[in-house]
């Protein structure tokens, strides 16, 4: 049990700036994730920590002791690489018990050793391979051996790099409740990194956004999801993405879309008559209109369905309102098809305005549209 702090660490190679300023302030039993893109710069600030990357300013704590000098073995550490080794000539549990028989964990007793091993099997769901060998297991079960290695070894803190990225959805869906339930169970400081932002949702006690080597926003997956401190950070989360609509502010509402498209201006934004910003809505959050009215805080707006695509069990809706395309992931949505018009009910209270920028720029949230009677 320990917690884990960074202090601004930074570390490029060559010209690449691999991570920038990076201080984290991770609890003791807190499974902590960080989600970002390829190259954001995530496995370095893992790297950085177990002490396998030697950074060029900044430092590390663990469990309250400066990490300055000591060797990435004895920072009682373990972790859990995407690419994985394991002992091709040892069965899946001599692979298993041999964290277990070294170094520090040599004071477990046969018994402690047993019931470790037990608890890891069973919630990665490998109990049926232990006498197998690594070749005789497809690359998910070598995986899921892989990442038991690491659980199985009592550490201060562990490092699990994408441990779940060589599994089928149905199986990585199943793993994250085990996963969070072994968490929750072992109450061993995590550091978790993923580009699933469903992963990250799902697993994280709190989040850190990272884009280009630089923290971007940390909170639980409710402040990241509710609240993201920009666009980036919007669009990290949700598959498909936030529709960013461009907007102006006349008469007291945010007009877009040719004004089939209204939105209250945040309070306190400071916006004014003529300033422009941007209205965010996502695909998952729109409903098809039905009835003759939208339910209460809802704004229902007319549009021409342009796309039709299947996503799987889902049905991802491009509609045309007012020369803006906006993607809807609706129930009901394959009643419809290309070409119907159809009414799509926008939940104010759910959208998000952020300020003006070109496009793929990203910007700054200003706040949630004041909708009458509702506090937020
Ligand atoms: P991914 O999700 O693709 O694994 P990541 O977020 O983990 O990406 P890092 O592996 O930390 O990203 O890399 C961050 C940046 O540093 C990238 O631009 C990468 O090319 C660069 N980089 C990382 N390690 C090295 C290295 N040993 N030598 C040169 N460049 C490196």
């Known amino acids: ?29 807190e499974f902590f994730v960080i989600l970002g893109p390829s190259g954001a710069g995530k496995t370095t600030t893992l790297k950085s920590v177990a002490g396998l990357v030697d950074v060029d300013r900044g430092s590390v704590r663990i469990a309250g002791r400066s990490m300055d000098g000591v ?60 006498r197998r060998f690594p070749r005789e297991l497809s690359n998910g079960q070598r995986q899921r051996v892989a990442l ?75 402040e990241v999801w509710h609240e993201p401190v920009d666009t980036f950070v919007a669009k990290a989360l949700g598959q498909p993405e936030i529709n960013l609509v461009d907007a102006e502010v006349d008469g007291g509402v945010l007009r877009a ?41 809802h704004l229902r707006v007319r549009g021409e369905v342009r796309l039709h695509e299947r996503l799987g069990r889902e049905i991802e809706l491009t509609v045309d309102i007012g020369g803006v395309q906006l993607v809807a992931v609706a129930p009901g949505a394959e009643q419809v098809t290309e070409g119907d018009a ?10 998000h305005v952020f300020a003006a920028g070109a496009p793929g720029e990203d910007t700054a949230r200003i706040g949630a549209p004041t909708v009458p009677g509702r506090n937020r």
């Open 1 to 29: 049990m320990a917690t884990l702090t960074t202090t601004s660490l930074s570390k490029s190679f060559g010209k690449t700036r691999a991570i920038d300023d990076i201080s984290l302030d991770i609890g003791d039993g």
């Open 71 to 130: 060797e990435p073995y004895q920072r009682n550490v373990a972790m859990a690489f995407e690419s994985y080794a394991l002992y091709p000539q040892r069965t899946v549990s001599q692979n298993l018990a041999s964290p277990l028989r070294s170094g520090r964990s040599g004071r477990y007793s046969e018994a402690e050793q047993k019931q470790r091993i037990e608890l890891v099997t069973t919630t990665l769901g490998i109990d049926h391979l232990l």
């Open 148 to 222: 038991g290695r690491v659980l199985v070894r009592p550490a201060d803190v562990y490092l699990l790099d994408e441990p779940l990225s060589h599994l089928d959805a149905k199986l990585r869906a199943a793993m994250r409740s085990e996963l969070k339930q072994l968490g929750a169970m072992s109450s061993t400081t995590s550091l978790y990194v993923t580009h699933d932002y469903q992963e990250a949702l799902a697993l994280g006690d709190r989040i850190a956004v990272l884009r280009e080597g630089r923290l971007v926003q940390v909170g639980t997956p409710l």
């Open 257 to 297: 879309a040719g004004g089939a498209l209204e939105v209250p201006v945040p309070r306190d934004s400071g916006l004014a008559a003529g300033d422009r910003a941007r209205i965010g809505i996502r695909p998952r959050d729109v409903e098809l209109g039905r009835g003759a009215e939208p339910a209460t805080d």
């Open 342 to 351: 159809v009414d799509l009910d926008v939940p104010l209270g759910k959208t």
